[in-house]
C-alpha cells in the first residue's frame, strides 16, 4: 500500500476557520493525505487564517517563516512540500504576502477552497492564487465527511454576512450572506451523526439570518431547523453560533423554551452598550432593544447562559459611552465573553473615521471591562455548586483515566471516569467552580 502523505493544517480564528479546516483535510483524502498535529516532514502545509482583527497578516508571516524551515528541509531531501494560505487573509491579502513570501505555492480564498484538490493535482512550479468569490456555492463541491469530527462536531449552515458593521471584514472577506438548503444540512447531519457525533454546532457568521430552503420549496428558519434536527434520534444536543440582536424572531426564542435538544445558551454580541457608538458601528438595534432580547429569551428560557462579544476604544467613543457598556454588562450578567480592542481593518468604514481612541485608554478600558466580565463569568460558574448536570464527555482529559466534558452550559470540566464513557452524557455534581471550568462527581 502506497504511504499516506502528510498533511498538516494550522488554523487561525473562529470555528468557521476550523469548520473549513476540516472540509478541506476530507477534499485531500482522495488525493492519498492524511491530517498530521505536527508540521515535521509535511507533503503539504496549509495555513487557514483569519483576518478578523489587527495584526492578522503579520501573524500569517512569522508563522510561514517558521513552517519554511520545514518545506526547505523536505525539498532538501529531494521532496516536495506545497505551502498553502487559505482563508480571510488570504482573501484579502493574497497578492502582497506572496510578493513578500514567494515560497507560498497556492493562495485560495474562503469561497475557492473547495478546488484544492484539483489545483493541488494540476500544481506544477507556477504559484496558483484565486481569491475569486463564485457565483455557485462551493458547498455543492465538498465531499461528505470523511473523517468524522468526533462527538462535538460543527456543521456550516450559513456563511457570509450582509450587516456591513462599520468596523468588520467579514462582508468583504467572506462575501454576501448564503443559506444552504435544509436537505444538504440534514444529510451533512447524518453523516456526521453516523461517524459518532452527539452534539452539533451549526455555524454561521450570522446564523440566525438563516432561511435556506426547505424540502417544501420554502425558506425556513433557523427554529424551523432545529426542529428537524431534534427529531435525528441519536443526535442529543444542538448548539448554534453566531447571532445577531436584530435577527433573534420570536420563533428562535420559542425554540430556547420547546426544543429540549437546544441548549440552554446563545452567544449575542452586543459590540457595545452606547446608541451613539451602536450607530456608529453600523448595528441596527440600540442597547435597549438588545435587553429586552434578552429578557425575553430569558422568560422563555429562565436559565439560558448568554455570552457576548465587545470592542473598546471605537472611534470617538467617550467615557460615558464605554460606562454605558460597563452598564449593559452588569444589567446582562454574562457567563461568558470575547472582548477586543478596535483594530481598523482596511477597506472597511471605520478604519477611516476620525478620534481615534489613544492605544493607552483603549488598554485601560479593556481591562476594566474583563474585570468586570471575569466575575460574571466566575460568578455564573459558581450558581452551578450543588446542582447535578448532564455532562457529555466529548474529549479525551489531559491525563490517563480523565475526560473532557461540558455542560449545557458550554461550561467545560475533566472528570475522573473511565474512558468507556466517552460519547455518553453522565450525571456530575458540580461541587466546586472556577473561572474557566467546574469541578464535580459522578
Ligand atoms: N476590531 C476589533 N474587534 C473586531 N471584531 C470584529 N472586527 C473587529 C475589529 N475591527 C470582533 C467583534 C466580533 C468578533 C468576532 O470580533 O466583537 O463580534
Ligand atoms: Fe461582521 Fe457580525 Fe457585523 Fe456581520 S453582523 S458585519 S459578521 S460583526
Redesign the pocket.
Known amino acids: 500500500m502506497q504511504e499516506k502523505k502528510k498533511l498538516y493544517i494550522k488554523t487561525w480564528g473562529c470555528q468557521m476557520n476550523v469548520y473549513d479546516s476540516h472540509r478541506m483535510a476530507d477534499l485531500m483524502v482522495p488525493l492519498g493525505y492524511e491530517q498530521v498535529d505536527a508540521p515535521d516532514d509535511a507533503d503539504m502545509i496549509v495555513l487557514n487564517t483569519c483576518h478578523i482583527r489587527e495584526k492578522a497578516t503579520d501573524k500569517v508571516f512569522s508563522e510561514l517563516g517558521r513552517l519554511r524551515e520545514h518545506k526547505d528541509r523536505k525539498e532538501d531531501k529531494g521532496d516536495k512540500c506545497l505551502m498553502v494560505l487559505t482563508g480571510c487573509v488570504a482573501q484579502a491579502k493574497g497578492k502582497i504576502i506572496t510578493d513578500r513570501a514567494p515560497y507560498v505555492d497556492i493562495v485560495l480564498g474562503s469561497q475557492s477552497y473547495y478546488k484544492l484538490p484539483e489545483i493541488v493535482a494540476a500544481h506544477t512550479k507556477k504559484r496558483i492564487i484565486n481569491t475569486d468569490f463564485p457565483t455557485i456555492s462551493k458547498f455543492d463541491f465538498l465531499p461528505e465527511e470523511h473523517q468524522g469530527q468526533g462527538v462535538s462536531a460543527f456543521l456550516a449552515i450559513q456563511e457570509g ?1 450582509d ?3 462599520s468596523y ?1 471584514v ?2 468583504y472577506t467572506r462575501g454576501g450572506e448564503y443559506s444552504r438548503t435544509v436537505v444538504e444540512i440534514m444529510d451533512e447531519a447524518k453523516t456526521l451523526i453516523d461517524s459518532g457525533a452527539q452534539e452539533i454546532t451549526l455555524l454561521g ?2 446564523v440566525n439570518a438563516y432561511h435556506g430552503q426547505g424540502p417544501d420549496g420554502k425558506h425556513w428558519t433557523l427554529a424551523q431547523l432545529f426542529e428537524a434536527l431534534a427529531k435525528m434520534e441519536d443526535l442529543k444536543r444542538i448548539r448554534y453560533t ?1 447571532s ?1 440582536p436584530s435577527d433573534v424572531n420570536d420563533d428562535l426564542i420559542n425554540a430556547h423554551r420547546d426544543i429540549d435538544k437546544l441548549m440552554p445558551y446563545i452567544h449575542l ?1 452586543v459590540q457595545s452598550g452606547s446608541d451613539s457608538i451602536l450607530k456608529a458601528m453600523n448595528r441596527k438595534h440600540t442597547a435597549q432593544e438588545y435587553l429586552q432580547t434578552i429578557e425575553k429569551l430569558r422568560t422563555a428560557r429562565p436559565d439560558i447562559a448568554v455570552s457576548g462579544d465587545f470592542i473598546v476604544g471605537f472611534p470617538g467613543e467617550t467615557d460615558q459611552d464605554f460606562e454605558d457598556t460597563i452598564e449593559v454588562i452588569k444589567e446582562v450578567q454574562y457567563a461568558s465573553a470575547y472582548s477586543f480592542k478596535f483594530s481598523p481593518r482596511p477597506g472597511t468604514p471605520a478604519a477611516s473615521m476620525e478620534n481615534s481612541v489613544p492605544e493607552s485608554i483603549k488598554n485601560e478600558r479593556l481591562q476594566t471591562l474583563q474585570a468586570v466580565l471575569r466575575a460574571q463569568q466566575e460568578r455564573f460558574n459558581k450558581t452551578m455548586i450543588g446542582k447535578t448536570l448532564p455532562v457529555l464527555l466529548d474529549r479525551k482529559g489531559r491525563i490517563a483515566g480523565q475526560l473532557h466534558g461540558r455542560t449545557p452550559y458550554n461550561q467545560a470540566m475533566h472528570i475522573q471516569t473511565d474512558e468507556e464513557n466517552y460519547g455518553k452524557i453522565i450525571y456530575v455534581m458540580i461541587n466546586d467552580a472556577h473561572l474557566n471550568s467546574l469541578q464535580g462527581i459522578i
Do not use: A
Request: net charge positive; glycine share 0%; proline share 17%.
Open positions: 454576512c450587516r456591513f458593521c468588520c467579514v462582508p457568521q450570522n453566531t445577531y454580541p
